[in-house]
């Protein structure tokens, strides 16, 4: 089977592909590297370096590959600054998928996955259940939705088959832990912390993540269905703090900031994807903070392209507004 993976530099979609070469895939992998790194990508897959908001280089790579799967990663997450990056954040992240869905439907796929997010939920949903009626709060989770609803428009007028998934949280091996704006994994510096720590979230290793997403889209029975993807446990910010430090075996400097305009506390079901397809036991926090730190010690915080494209800067936190100074 062909696959395209976009977004495969990436953290999750570089999992996703390793996933799909342990089925004997030919999987083809499209990043324009802006947070991805080209030795995430796992040897065995190919490599295109491009953006899907470039529709031609899209449709062109449909046509020449005549793809059977189609795993849609590529998305800038940065929700908490989604508000200051609208233009950029909806033509990333909406206008991007619209290539996509167009070259899936006019080239036609088996299934098209689509990771979209638990931000779609908006606040006091807990736990978030995928029959939860969606009402996001931020442009990032307001763009993961109209691509979820765009899908279903597409299912209804082409038959376009799609599965999405609403992953949360997610960390592992191959994260980019140098990113500022997403990560509280420790990078060897002072941590950041928004608000007081007691958000809560139920942070996912990328183990729970990848695999049933690669089991899903090669079950039919799973197509045009919506998953929530992740761990079940919520932890609060602190918790994670204190993990992180014993997996380093340090005591954590915190830099605590600002509260940031954000969901509280946000954790999901996941009972309708162990139902669908086997899943693994779950990677406890501990033992996934400790595979992730010891990857972190090897590699390092590798630095990847340095964010300026910031649209309002009212209200702007003052973390953020400090980096585009400098």
């Not at 953006?51 to 020449?64: G, K, Q």
């Not at 609403?166 to 191959?174: A, D, F, L, Q, T």
């Not at 033992?287 to 990857?295: S, V, Y």
Request: hydrophobic share 40%.
């Amino acid at each position: 089977m062909k696959v395209l993976v976009t977004g495969g530099a990436g953290f999750i979609g570089s999992h996703v592909i390793q996933a799909l070469l342990d089925r004997q895939a030919d999987v083809l992998a499209l990043d324009d590297l802006s947070g991805g790194f080209e030795e995430n990508i796992p040897a065995g897959a190919r490599f295109v370096k491009g953006s899907i908001v470039d529709s031609a280089l899209v449709e062109r790579l449909f046509a020449e590959e005549k793809f059977d799967y189609v795993f849609h990663l590529a998305a800038y997450a940065a929700e908490g600054l989604s508000h200051f990056i609208r233009e950029f954040n909806y033509t990333n992240n909406v206008v991007g998928s619209m290539s996509v869905i167009n070259a899936c439907v006019r080239h036609p796929v088996k299934c098209l996955v689509f990771t979209s997010s638990i931000a779609v939920y908006g606040a006091n949903q807990v736990p978030m259940l995928e029959e939860t009626v969606p009402v996001p709060e931020d442009p990032y989770g307001i763009a993961k939705y109209a691509v979820e609803m765009d899908l279903v428009a597409a299912r209804r007028m082409f038959g376009l088959n799609s599965i999405v998934f609403r992953p949360h949280n997610v960390y592992g091996e191959r994260q980019n832990i140098g990113d500022r704006y997403r990560n509280v994994i420790m990078r060897g510096e002072p941590l950041t912390v928004f608000g007081d720590g007691e958000q809560q979230r139920a942070f996912s290793h990328i183990d729970d993540v990848a695999p049933p997403m690669v089991e899903a889209a090669l079950t039919p029975s799973c197509w045009n269905e919506v998953y929530n993807i992740g761990a079940d446990t919520p932890y609060s910010v602190n918790q994670l703090v204190r993990i992180i430090g014993d997996a380093f075996g340090v005591v954590p400097e915190v830099n605590y900031q600002p509260a940031r305009e954000e969901v509280k506390v946000a954790y999901s079901s996941h009972d309708k994807i162990h139902r669908a397809v086997p899943c693994r036991p779950p990677v406890s926090l501990e033992d996934g903070i400790r595979r992730m730190a010891d990857w972190a010690k090897i590699h390092g915080p590798r630095k990847g392209e340095v964010f300026s494209k910031v649209e309002v800067r009212d209200r702007l936190p003052p973390l953020w507004a400090a980096d585009l100074k400098d």
